[in-house]
T-cell receptor
Framework: GESVGLHLPTLSVQEGDNSIINCAYSNSASDYFIWYKQESGKGPQFIIDIRSNMDKRQGQRVTVLLNKTVKHLSLQIAATQPGDSAVYFCAENYSGGYQKVTFGIGTKLQVIP | NAGVTQTPKFQVLKTGQSMTLQCAQDMNHNSMYWYRQDPGMGLRLIYYSASEGTTDKGEVPNGYNVSRLNKREFSLRLESAAPSQTSVYFC??????????FGDGTRLSIL
């Protein structure tokens, strides 16, 4: 079946450095992609999204890049802070019919003070 | 802003017992979802409701039933709990297009 995967299960970065979390997807029909952040004991929280007609989108300290040619998605966090420590999920969404979302297993980001 | 509210937050059951997990959203979203989250397996869809009055099976529906009571509420029922259903359960809602909003989960242990 279709799947969304992450290259790195755990990423450790120094406070103040930039973080890059990668994600591969396999459904070429997916047209909407979302990054979520999940802190311990909480539900996933929306960070940023991007539609397939774009290749880059920026938010506050976060940037999502989409490369449809190689089916790759990345989340860049600038000036990583201790509060960024969490598990990050990418999700792909095929909006044909109902909103079918497939989630990756997550990457744990550890920020070293 | 309440968003998506799940009750209870924690529950311990014995094998064979039944219970209903409650979920309510106050964002006037059409679609609602139930997921389970297990270590190393990510979020897996149990059931979803694309709109009020409709429900459909997701990836792992066996052992569960759902009710879309109205536009706000979507409940998940375990008729005869099994240890394999020990998990963290998340409810989510979304507009017809756009990202899903999640509750903070129900941590369910079945002994």
């Amino acid at each position: 079946g279709e799947s969304v995967g992450l290259h790195l299960p755990t990423l450790s970065v120094q406070e103040g450095d930039n973080s890059i979390i990668n994600c591969a997807y396999s459904n070429s029909a997916s047209d909407y992609f979302i990054w979520y952040k999940q802190e311990s004991g909480k539900g996933p929280q929306f960070i940023i999204d991007i539609r397939s007609n774009m290749d880059k989108r920026q938010g506050q300290r976060v940037t999502v890049l989409l490369n449809k040619t190689v089916k790759h998605l990345s989340l860049q966090i600038a000036a990583t802070q201790p509060g960024d420590s969490a598990v990050y999920f990418c999700a792909e969404n095929y909006s044909g019919g109902y909103q079918k979302v497939t989630f990756g297993i997550g990457t744990k980001l550890q920020v070293i003070p | 802003n309440a968003g998506v509210t799940q009750t209870p937050k924690f529950q311990v059951l014995k094998t064979g017992q039944s219970m209903t997990l409650q979920c309510a959203q106050d964002m006037n979203h059409n679609s609602m979802y139930w997921y389970r989250q297990d270590p190393g397996m990510g979020l897996r869809l149990i059931y979803y409701s694309a709109s009020e009055g409709t429900t459909d099976k997701g990836e792992v529906p066996n052992g569960y039933n759902v009710s879309r009571l109205n536009k706000r509420e979507f409940s998940l029922r375990l008729e005869s709990a099994a240890p394999s259903q020990t998990s963290v359960y998340f409810c989510a809602s979304s507009p017809r297009t756009g990202f899903q909003h999640f509750g903070d989960g129900t941590r369910l242990s079945i002994l």
